[in-house]
């Protein structure tokens, strides 16, 4: 199974960009896809984006479309979410995960998680 930290959380005011990074070690990177999700105070965690191990198929949730761009470098063993635009509706702890098998938005689908990275966006 993968471990994964991730890095690259902060505060920034709205409108900045923070990217964030989602580092693997133990099997073998390429072969998952990757996934980023958030948890809010309160709140469900929810998808943000995924990208297959390939790189060839992302997928973003409705809300970050225009804004973050998801992307891997299989040589590194690292997976990034670039964040523009951001807002205080932003403001989450920011999960990384991993999986065998295709694309999902199901959390419950992932296999290993990160600790988490938290963002705060001030208004």
């Known amino acids: 199974q993968a471990q994964l930290v991730e890095s690259g959380g902060g505060l920034v005011q709205a409108g900045g960009s923070l990217r964030l990074s989602c580092a693997a070690s133990?099997?073998?990177?390429?072969?998952?896809?990757m996934g980023w999700f958030r948890q809010a105070p309160g709140k469900e965690r929810e998808f943000v984006a995924g990208?297959?191990?390939?790189?060839?198929?992302?997928a973003y949730a409705d809300f970050v479309k225009g804004r973050f761009t998801i992307s891997r470098d299989n040589a590194k063993n690292t997976v990034y979410l670039t964040m523009n635009s951001l807002q205080p509706e932003d403001t989450a702890v920011y999960f990384c995960?991993?999986?065998?098998?295709?694309?999902?938005?199901?959390?419950?689908?992932?296999?290993?998680w990160g600790q988490g990275t938290q963002v705060t966006v001030s208004s």
């Open positions: 133990g099997r073998t990177f390429n072969n998952y896809d």
């Open positions: 990208i297959s191990w390939s790189g060839t198929m992302i």
């Open positions: 995960a991993a999986k065998d098998g295709n694309l999902s938005y199901d959390p419950a689908r992932y296999d290993a």
